[in-house]
Structure formats: structure tokens, C-alpha cells
């Protein structure tokens, strides 16, 4: 069992900055990789970007240059630095944990956390 907690998020002007937390506790094996995944209402859940252990991180391509992942393995949180926000990242972002196996696209564990709402608008 893994749970997430999130923190920040909120409304912000096009072209400022909010930064996304993420708190994981649990069995360590369960987060393997940790990442940001945001929904619009109609629109199927998107990765946004994602940090396994000990790797690289991925990035949608709509965020890339503009948004930054870090992660720290002692804490066992994930951030999310957005800057440049565009109205078009108005979404719920939520946390995701996943195992390996999951990381690899077999089936395993994936934890989700509640979702924490991010406007943009002027």
C-alpha cells in the first residue's frame, strides 16, 4: 500500500510559475518511478512527466522547457516546477507511484493521489 500526498497547485497568470509536491510512504518497491499526470474534463488522464529511480526523466512534449521534475530518495517526494504556465495547462494534476514492472508496461502496482487543481487564467 503507497499513499500520496499532494500539495500546491492553485491559480496563476499565464506566463507565471507553481510548483507541485508530492509525499510518498509505503513499501519503497511500490514507488519506483514517480510522475505528474493531469485530466481535463472530457480527456482521457496524460503523463506529463515522470522520474523513475536512478533514471532519466520523461516529459510530454508540451511541457518540455517549461516544466522540471526532481525527485529525492531519501524523502521519497517527487516536485514539479512548472513555469511559463499557458491556460492550456489548466488541469487536476495527479501523483502517480508505480513499480518497476508497472514503469515497464506489465502489470504491477500503481498508486494514484487525490488530485490537486491548477488554473490558469488572467
Known amino acids: 500500500q503507497v499513499q500520496l500526498v499532494e500539495s500546491g497547485g492553485g491559480l496563476v497568470q499565464p506566463g507565471g510559475s507553481l510548483s507541485l509536491s508530492c509525499a510518498a510512504s509505503g513499501n519503497p518497491s511500490h514507488f519506483y518511478a514517480m510522475g505528474w499526470y493531469r485530466q481535463v474534463p472530457g480527456k482521457q488522464r496524460e503523463l506529463v512527466a515522470a522520474i523513475p529511480s536512478g533514471n532519466s526523466a520523461v516529459y510530454a512534449d508540451s511541457v518540455k522547457g517549461r516544466f522540471t521534475i526532481s525527485r529525492d530518495n531519501v524523502k521519497n517526494t517527487v516536485l514539479l516546477q512548472m513555469n511559463s504556465l499557458k491556460p492550456e495547462d489548466t488541469a487536476v494534476y495527479y501523483c502517480?507511484?508505480?513499480?518497476?514492472?508497472?514503469?515497464?508496461?506489465?502489470?504491477?502496482?500503481?498508486?494514484w493521489g487525490q488530485g490537486t487543481q491548477v488554473t490558469v487564467s488572467s
Open positions: 502517480r507511484a508505480e513499480d518497476f514492472s508497472s514503469w515497464l508496461g506489465d502489470p504491477g502496482f500503481i498508486s
